[in-house]
């Protein structure tokens, strides 16, 4: 068998061009908590087709988009997190939850039969410069670990999880008992629990990103109100698109790795 290195080049790129290539995931939405009555999730054409709008009418109600297609990958692996959200955010004071939303929420494990919720704080002012404020009112995240690497992270639903937690397992894992960043917590796998964690004695609230009356968990969500009345929307609520969950390919980045050694078993000798 006999090679070039004009052959070896073209595999190379071949290899590069599909490795560049992402896996983006699916969403589903779905009501997480009924307070006083269930979140609306409905069709919403007015301003794109194809959107869906998320009305959270109450403080206490809650629903979200999730997906469990890039559950294995770590947390370090993003390369996509987006949404974006077509009714005009300005109606809302700056800065206040309702202005910013969504957030996310994302299901990790420790592989040993631990599980938590890291969420992000896009009320936190540092967060602010991660959205596109577009001049319609309209707003898109588009981040990457790259974007939040630097971000206060919250751990949630697990023992001694909750706002401002500092000693969960999350925190002994990576060796910090006090405040975390995404950075921190690079190496979690992006997994969600079965409906025996979530029902279990494991600190899990009714606001976990689970289904409500199935249990199902996604391991990463876009969440649309909250616990306290800090999310409400009004009628017109959150009308969105786009969704993305994105990390490389498994298969793409393999075939990059076999290209590389290719070049490097293959390398002229010197004479």
């Not at 908590?33 to 109600?61: D, K, M």
């Not at 004071?93 to 969420?119: C, E, H, K, M, R």
Request: net charge negative; with cysteine; hydrophobic share 40%.
């Amino acid at each position: 068998m006999s090679f070039t290195i004009k052959s070896i080049v073209s595999s190379l790129a071949l290899a590069l061009a599909i490795s560049s290539t992402t896996a983006h995931a699916a969403f589903t939405s779905y009501v997480i908590r009924e307070s006083g009555g269930a979140p609306g999730i409905l069709p919403n054409n007015t301003y794109v087709p194809g959107a869906t709008e998320f009305v959270i009418a109450a403080g206490g109600q809650k629903a979200a988009l999730g997906s469990n297609d890039i559950n294995g990958s770590t947390i370090g692996a993003i390369t996509g997190l987006a949404i974006t959200r077509y009714d005009d955010t300005t109606r809302f004071t700056s800065g206040s939850g309702p202005a910013v939303a969504p957030y996310f929420n994302i299901w990790v494990t420790d592989g040993l039969g631990n599980y938590a919720v890291l969420a992000n704080e896009p009320s936190n002012p540092s967060f602010f410069p991660l959205f596109v404020q577009n001049g319609n009112g309209s707003k898109t995240y588009n981040l990457s670990y790259g974007d939040i690497a630097s971000e206060p992270v919250q751990v949630y639903e697990t023992i001694g999880g909750g706002y401002g937690a500092t000693n969960t397992w999350v925190h002994n894992l990576v060796g910090i008992n006090g405040p975390l960043t995404f950075g921190d917590v690079a190496g979690l796998e992006i997994a969600p629990p079965d409906a025996t964690y979530i029902n279990g004695p494991n600190g899990v609230g009714t606001g976990a990103p689970r289904e409500l009356g199935t249990d199902v968990a996604y391991g990463v969500n876009w969440v649309f109100g909250d616990t306290l009345s800090s999310y409400v929307s009004g009628m017109e609520g959150y009308v969105v698109s786009r969704a993305i969950a994105a990390v490389p390919e498994p298969a793409s980045l393999a075939l990059c790795g076999l290209s590389a050694m290719g070049l490097t078993l293959f390398r002229p000798r010197r004479k």
